[in-house]
């Protein structure tokens, strides 16, 4: 069946222009969650959404960065007036319910600032 | 103190070897605790939850010490395919799902 997706796969952006990342999330599940993923480190939570609702953006770094879920399906992460420092991996999970369940990870998105 | 924290490697270990690999957390409200894997260039994946009685999975066990706040997993008879980096992830607090992943051990099975 199909797993979960992201894209753009890879996005190269100047810095100070906005980018939009999508997330389509395994068909069904409730919980959606956004992980930022440096080289070499674990992923770094930013956000996770049950259903429509965004029940926790305390990882998010700052007020550039947003995230939305408004059908309670595919959720895009945006990144305003982006920097360089925001280059990294960015990744999207999803979960068939929540706590306790297991995340099936998408396949990321590149993003580099230039 | 980090909130989780892991050696990260490399073990390069030989086939056939047993191996085991630490992972301590911070936060004692923690309830949720995995191993996922992650091979190079790739997502993680769930490799198993970590429950409180420890458990295992064919060549692999997991334990939980909730008073000492770490988290083992051990694999036994290591396959080339076992090559990949292993993260510890814990929820930051009692039964919310803000996951926090350790930085990752790496593992490489030599032949």
């Known amino acids: 069946g199909a797993g979960v997706s992201q894209s753009p796969r890879y996005k190269v952006t100047k810095r100070g222009q906005d980018v939009a990342l999508r997330c389509d999330p395994i068909?069904?599940?409730?919980?959606l969650y956004w992980y930022r993923q440096a080289l070499g480190q674990g992923p770094e939570f930013l956000t996770y959404?049950?259903?429509?609702?965004?029940?926790?953006k305390s990882g998010l770094p700052n007020d550039r960065f947003s995230a939305e879920r408004p059908e309670g399906s595919i959720s895009t992460l945006t990144i305003q007036r982006t920097e360089q420092r925001d280059s990294a991996m960015y990744r999207c999970?999803?979960?068939?319910?929540?706590?306790?369940?297991?995340?099936?990870f998408g396949p990321g998105t590149r993003l580099t600032v230039l | 103190r980090k909130e989780v924290e892991q050696d990260p490697g490399p073990f390069n270990v030989p086939e056939g070897a047993t191996v085991a690999f630490n992972c301590t957390y911070s936060n004692s409200a923690s309830q949720s605790f995995f191993w996922y894997r992650q091979d190079c260039r790739k997502e993680p994946k769930l490799l198993m939850s970590v429950y409180s009685s420890g458990n295992e999975d064919g060549r692999f066990t997991a334990q939980l010490n909730r008073a000492s706040q770490y988290i083992s997993l051990l694999i036994r008879d290591s396959k080339l395919s076992d090559s990949a980096t292993y993260l510890c992830?814990?929820?930051?607090?009692?039964?919310?799902?803000?996951?926090?992943f350790g930085p990752g051990t790496r593992l490489s099975v030599l032949p």
């Open positions: 999970a999803s979960s068939l319910s929540g706590f306790g369940d297991e995340q099936f």
């Open positions: 068909s069904g599940h409730v919980s």
């Open positions: 992830v814990v929820n930051r607090d009692n039964y919310g799902q803000n996951f926090v």
């Open positions: 959404f049950n259903y429509e609702a965004q029940q926790d």
